[in-house]
C-alpha cells in the first residue's frame, strides 16, 4: 500500500521551507530610520546650552541613561542570552573608575583617553573570574558574583595607595558650567551606542545563538559540539568591557572615586532590575528598562527625597516584575504581537 | 605563642557556634526548597533588632528575647513564603527565579530597617557583653561564651526536633527526594511552608545573639549573605552537619588569619573560600553536586 517514500522531494521542501524562513527573518524591516532620527535629536541635544538657560539637570539624567543602557545591555549579553545571573558586575564598574582615575591622578592622562584601556584590564580581569566561577551554574554562579564584589569592596577599602575608604579626588575639568557635562554626555552616547551595536550584533551571530542554547540546556548545547565554557567565559569579558569603560568616565564625572560610589550592591540590583524590567534577553529590552527604571528612581527621590525608601522601591519594583511581568516590556509586547518596530531587533 | 594560639582557637570556636547557627536555618532551607535564601541576612538582622528594641526598651535580656525573636520571624516567613515563593515550583527556572526573588526581599527589608533605624551602627549591651572569664592566662569573653553555647544548644534542639518528630521526618525526607516524599503521602507544600517558618525563626534566634556580639546595622546582612554562603558551600548545601563543620572550620581559619595578618582580612577568608571551595570542590565536604538548574 505504501507509496515508497521520495527523499529528494521531502529534502526539497525542507531546503525551500528553510530558505523562505530566512528569508522572512532577513527581510524584516528593521526601523533603522527611525533610530537614527532618535540618535541625531539626542546628538543635537547638548546645543539647548546655546539658549542661556542651563539644561544641566536633563543632560545628566539622559547621560545616567547612557550609561546604565551599557551597563544592563552589557549585563545582558550574560545575564540575558546566556542566562548567567550576575550580581556583581559593577566589579567592573570599579576596576574602571580607579584604573583610569588613578592614571588621571598620576600622570594626568585624562580618562576619556584611558577609558578603552580601562574597558580592557576589566575585560581581562573578567576572562579570569569567569574561567573559576563560570564553572558552576545557577543559584551558586550568583552567590560566587555576590562574593567577587564583597572581595573587592574589601580590597579597595583597605587599599591605602588607591585612598582607602575615603577614595580620590580626581583634577577638574576647566570648562564653564554650561559646558562641563557635554563631553561626558557625548561619551557616555558614544559608549552606549557601541555597546547596544556589539549587543545586537552577538546576538544575531553563531556565538550568541551558542549562548542561547547555552541558557535553554547547557548540556545539550555542549554535546552539540558548542565550547561553552569558553563561550560563557568571553560572553562575560565583552560584558565587564563595556562596564569598566563606563566606570572610567563615571569617575572623571563625579570627581572622585570611593568604594562606596562603585561597590554597592544597589548598582548591581539596578543593572539587573534594568534588564528584567526591559526584557532580559532582548536587544532593546534594557534601553527600555533603564529608561523606566530611572524614571521611576527619580519620582521617588522627587516625591520623597533621597532616604533609604529608594532601596525598599527597587526591592518591591524587582519582587512586582519577577512574579508578575517575568518577560520585561519588550518580551511582554512581542510575545503578544504588538511590539513597535522601532523596538524589534531580535 | 601557645597561649596566644589557644586563645585565638578559644576565640574562634565561640564564633563558630553563633555562625553555625546563622548557617543551619538557611541550609535547611536550601535542603527543602533549593532556595538559596539571599535573605537570610537580613532577617538575622531584623531579629537582632527585635532582641536590641526589647532590650533598650524593657530590659529584657536578649537570650531571653531569643524565643520572641524567632516567634516574631517564623510568622514573617509564612507570610513572605505565602506572598511570595508559594508558586511556580515546577518551573525548571524556579530555583534561579528564587535566587532573585530573595534578592528582592533582602532589599525590602533593608529598605525597611535602614529607613526606621537608620544604618547606624548597634549593638545590645547586657551586663555580660563586656565582661570576661579568666582561666590563668586565657580569657574568655562572656559575650562569645554564652551566644556559642546557647547557639549549640538550638541547634542541638533542631537536630533532635528534625530526628525524632513526625514533622522532622517529613522535612528530611522532602530534602533528600521530593518526589518520591510526596509519593510516600508527604504534603510536600505544607513541609516547605513549615520549613521557610522554621529557617527564618533560626534566623531570628541566631540574630537576638549576633546582637551583642556583633555590632550591627541594616547594611551589614550584603557582607553576611557571603559569609553564610561560604560556611554552607563548604559543608554540602542543605546538609545541617555540614554547616555546624563549615561554620566552625571557617571561622577558625579566620580567627587565625585576624590574629595574624589584621581583623580586616579576617572577613576576606569567608570569601577567598567560597571561591576556592566552587572552584575545587563546589559540592563541599559532605555533599554531592549542588543541583544544577
Known amino acids: 500500500m505504501s507509496k515508497a517514500l521520495d527523499v529528494d522531494s521531502v529534502l526539497t521542501a525542507r531546503r525551500d521551507y528553510n530558505t523562505q ?22 546628538a543635537a541635544f547638548p546645543l539647548v546650552q546655546l539658549s542661556g538657560i542651563n539644561f ?3 543632560l545628566h539624567m539622559l547621560l545616567l541613561v547612557f550609561m546604565y543602557v551599557t551597563m544592563a545591555s552589557s549585563w545582558n549579553i550574560l545575564g540575558g542570552y546566556a542566562g548567567y545571573i550576575s550580581l556583581g558586575h559593577n566589579v567592573f564598574f570599579g576596576i574602571g573608575g580607579y584604573f583610569s582615575g588613578m592614571i588621571f591622578v598620576f600622570w594626568g592622562i585624562s580618562p576619556f583617553l584611558t577609558a578603552p584601556l580601562a574597558g ?21 554562579f550568583i552567590i560566587s558574583t555576590i562574593a567577587l564584589l564583597m572581595i573587592f569592596r574589601i580590597l579597595f577599602d583597605n587599599w591605602q595607595f588607591v585612598g582607602g575608604t575615603g577614595g580620590v579626588t580626581l583634577p577638574l575639568i576647566d570648562l564653564p558650567v554650561e559646558w562641563v557635562k557635554v563631553p561626558y554626555y557625548y561619551a ?28 535553554q540546556d547547557e548540556v545539550k548545547a555542549e554535546s552539540a559540539g558548542i565550547d561553552t565554557r569558553m563561550y560563557k567565559v568571553i560572553a562575560f569579558a565583552i560584558s565587564a568591557f563595556f562596564v569598566g569603560m563606563v566606570g572610567a568616565i563615571w569617575g572623571d564625572y563625579l570627581n572622585y572615586i570611593r568604594p562606596n560610589i562603585f561597590l554597592i550592591i544597589l548598582i548591581a540590583a539596578n543593572i539587573v532590575l534594568m534588564a528584567i524590567l526591559g526584557g532580559k534577553g532582548t536587544v532593546a529590552g534594557p534601553i527600555v528598562g533603564t529608561i523606566l527604571l530611572i524614571a521611576f528612581n527619580e519620582a521617588v527621590v522627587a516625591y520623597f527625597g533621597a532616604t533609604q525608601l529608594n532601596i525598599l522601591g527597587t526591592g518591591v519594583l524587582m519582587l512586582l516584575v519577577l512574579l508578575y511581568f517575568p518577560n520585561g516590556v519588550v518580551g511582554s509586547l512581542a510575545r503578544a504581537g504588538n511590539l513597535p518596530r522601532f523596538l524589534d531587533w531580535d | 605563642m601557645a597561649t596566644a594560639l589557644l586563645q585565638v582557637s578559644i576565640l574562634g570556636l565561640a564564633l563558630g557556634g553563633v555562625y553555625a547557627l546563622m548557617a543551619s536555618g538557611l541550609t535547611l532551607i536550601f535542603g527543602v526548597m533549593r532556595i538559596v535564601n539571599l535573605a537570610h541576612p537580613i532577617f538575622i538582622i531584623c531579629g537582632a533588632f527585635v532582641a536590641y528594641w526589647l532590650f533598650r526598651l524593657y530590659g529584657i535580656d536578649p537570650i531571653v528575647a531569643m524565643p520572641i525573636a524567632a516567634a516574631l520571624l517564623f510568622a514573617i516567613g509564612i507570610v513572605v513564603y505565602k506572598l511570595i515563593f508559594q508558586r511556580d515550583a515546577q518551573n525548571p527556572k524556579y530555583s534561579e527565579m528564587t535566587v532573585l526573588l530573595t534578592f528582592g526581599v533582602a532589599l525590602v527589608f533593608d529598605g525597611l530597617l535602614a529607613y526606621w533605624f537608620s544604618n547606624t551602627q548597634r549593638v545590645t549591651l547586657p551586663s555580660y557583653a563586656t565582661d570576661a572569664i579568666f582561666i590563668d592566662d586565657i580569657f574568655i569573653p562572656t559575650a562569645q561564651l554564652y551566644a556559642g553555647l546557647v547557639s549549640l544548644v538550638v541547634i542541638a534542639a533542631l537536630w533532635a526536633f528534625l530526628q525524632f518528630t513526625r514533622t522532622g521526618y517529613a522535612i528530611r525526607a522532602t530534602t533528600q527526594n521530593r518526589s518520591a516524599a510526596q509519593l510516600m503521602g508527604v504534603d510536600v507544600a505544607h513541609v516547605s511552608l513549615i520549613t521557610f517558618g522554621i529557617g527564618l525563626a533560626l534566623a531570628g534566634a541566631a540574630g537576638a545573639l549576633v546582637s551583642f556580639v556583633f555590632s550591627f546595622f541594616p547594611a551589614k546582612h550584603w557582607e553576611w549573605i557571603a559569609i553564610l554562603m561560604s560556611l554552607i558551600v563548604l559543608g554540602g548545601m542543605g546538609k545541617l552537619l555540614g ?32 571561591f576556592i571551595i566552587l572552584l575545587i570542590r563546589p559540592q563541599g565536604l559532605f555533599g554531592e553536586k549542588l543541583e544544577e538548574t
Open chain 1, 21 to 42: 524562513l530566512a528569508r522572512v527573518v532577513g527581510s524584516r524591516k528593521r526601523a533603522v530610520g527611525t533610530v537614527l532620527a532618535i540618535l541625531a535629536v539626542l
Open chain 1, 56 to 58: 544641566n539637570y536633563p
Open chain 1, 120 to 140: 580592557l584590564l576589566a575585560s581581562l580581569i573578567g576572562f579570569g573570574v569567569g574561567l573559576i566561577t563560570l564553572r558552576v551554574r545557577g543559584p551558586s
Open chain 1, 188 to 215: 557616555f552616547l558614544a559608549i552606549a551606542v557601541l555597546t547596544v551595536v556589539v549587543s545586537y550584533k552577538i546576538k544575531h551571530s553563531k556565538f550568541g545563538l551558542g549562548l542561547r542554547a547555552i541558557s
Open chain 2, 243 to 274: 554547616a555546624v563543620v563549615g561554620a566552625f572550620l571557617l571561622s577558625l581559619i579566620a580567627a587565625y588569619v585576624g590574629y595574624f595578618a589584621g581583623q580586616t582580612w579576617s572577613t576576606l577568608t569567608f570569601f577567598l573560600a567560597l
